[in-house]
């Protein structure tokens, strides 16, 4: 059963609220869930994000499908097949920056105060904005499929293949989260969390099989290719979404959602206390 540990005896302001200093799991999770409410519903109350959110999967679809598809394999219909699984993981990473964009954010304007002079667990905030950042990624998730579907991608692995596939994509981007939540603690301004996420998101993206096939690369290319976690979670998409055998790529996706979230969740917490 957990306990509550509470500060011993020291004057408080009248009126100041009582914050334990350590609390239970359960507990810190429900304040956490209670946050992320707050963090969905700053979606509705920013209508030009979910436009952004929209707008983002049919210029990517567009360009990639149709300006290099003819040039990738002879024609943009089987280019487009390959390239479905690829341009949503790519969509759903690139997303993730934001997090650690929001939070740096946050901490310029004092919200974090006002947190921490609340009665809640200390790393709530951060795991609401974490939570609520997944609904952003479901939203990219469905406008990527439907712009796909408009333009005659079929996934043959039905609708359980492409629901597995959704929630493998959310679960690494949960992972890849908390990098960026790290990033977004330590770097000063949040024009500097979105330039250090770039350095770190681009290569993972573009050098992983989300667009071409590792064994089109260059022979010293190939193999850091074949081994990114990003190649991993997109081969694992495209065989639960294409009917293909998913179960190698699935399990080294999981290994490397536990291995990113193990590095940078007490990472992120420590950032993030250090600095509120």
Same mark, same amino acid.
């Given at each position: 059963?957990?306990?509550?540990?509470?500060?011993?005896?020291?004057?408080?302001?009248?009126?100041?609220?009582?914050?334990?200093?350590?609390?239970?799991?359960?507990?810190?999770?429900?304040?956490?869930?209670?946050?992320? *409410?707050?963090?969905?519903?700053?979606?509705?109350?920013?209508?030009?994000?979910?436009? !952004?959110?929209?707008?983002?999967?049919?210029?990517?679809?567009?360009?990639?499908?149709?300006?290099?598809?003819?040039?990738?394999?002879? @024609? *943009?219909?089987?280019?487009? @097949?390959?390239?479905?699984?690829?341009?949503?993981?790519?969509?759903?990473?690139?997303?993730?920056?934001?997090?650690?964009?929001?939070? /740096?954010? @946050?901490?310029?304007?004092?919200?974090?105060?006002?947190?921490? /002079?609340?009665?809640?667990?200390? /790393?709530?905030?951060?795991?609401?904005?974490?939570?609520?950042?997944?609904?952003?990624?479901?939203?990219?998730?469905?406008?990527?499929?439907?712009?796909?579907?408009?333009?005659?991608?079929?996934?043959?692995? !039905?609708?359980?293949?492409?629901?597995?596939?959704?929630?493998?994509?959310?679960?690494?981007?949960?992972?890849?989260?908390?990098?960026?939540?790290?990033?977004?603690?330590?770097?000063?301004?949040?024009?500097?969390?979105?330039?250090?996420?770039?350095?770190?998101?681009?290569?993972?993206?573009?050098? /992983?099989?989300?667009?071409?096939?590792?064994?089109?690369?260059?022979? *010293?290319?190939?193999?850091?290719?074949?081994?990114?976690?990003?190649?991993?979670?997109?081969?694992?998409?495209?065989?639960?979404?294409?009917? !293909?055998?998913?179960? !190698?790529?699935?399990?080294?996706?999981?290994?490397?959602?536990?291995?990113?979230?193990?590095?940078?969740?007490?990472?992120?917490?420590?950032?993030?206390?250090?600095?509120?």
């Amino acid at each position: 059963m957990s306990t509550v540990t509470t500060r011993p005896s020291t004057p408080a302001s009248p009126g100041a609220p009582h914050v334990p200093e350590r609390l239970g799991p359960l507990v810190t999770m429900r304040h956490g869930l209670q946050l992320t *409410w707050r963090s969905v519903l700053k979606i509705k109350a920013n209508p030009e994000e979910v436009l !952004g959110l929209m707008l983002q999967p049919v210029m990517f679809v567009t360009l990639f499908v149709f300006v290099f598809g003819q040039a990738m394999m002879g @024609d *943009w219909q089987t280019y487009r @097949d390959f390239l479905m699984p690829g341009i949503i993981a790519q969509s759903v990473i690139f997303a993730t920056m934001g997090t650690g964009f929001t939070l /740096s954010q @946050d901490v310029e304007k004092g919200i974090f105060d006002r947190f921490r /002079s609340l009665p809640i667990a200390r /790393s709530a905030p951060l795991i609401g904005a974490i939570l609520g950042d997944l609904v952003r990624y479901a939203i990219t998730v469905v406008m990527v499929l439907l712009v796909g579907l408009a333009i005659g991608f079929r996934p043959e692995g !039905g609708v359980v293949g492409v629901v597995s596939a959704a929630g493998l994509i959310l679960l690494f981007a949960f992972a890849l989260c908390w990098m960026s939540a790290f990033v977004g603690m330590l770097a000063r301004t949040p024009m500097a969390v979105q330039s250090f996420a770039m350095i770190l998101l681009f290569p993972l993206t573009f050098g /992983s099989s989300a667009f071409v096939s590792p064994d089109d690369m260059p022979g *010293w290319l190939a193999p850091i290719a074949a081994n990114n976690p990003v190649t991993h979670v997109v081969d694992a998409m495209r065989a639960l979404m294409l009917d !293909g055998d998913a179960g !190698g790529p699935v399990a080294w996706t999981l290994v490397w959602a536990v291995i990113i979230t193990a590095i940078f969740f007490p990472l992120a917490v420590w950032a993030y206390r250090r600095r509120t």
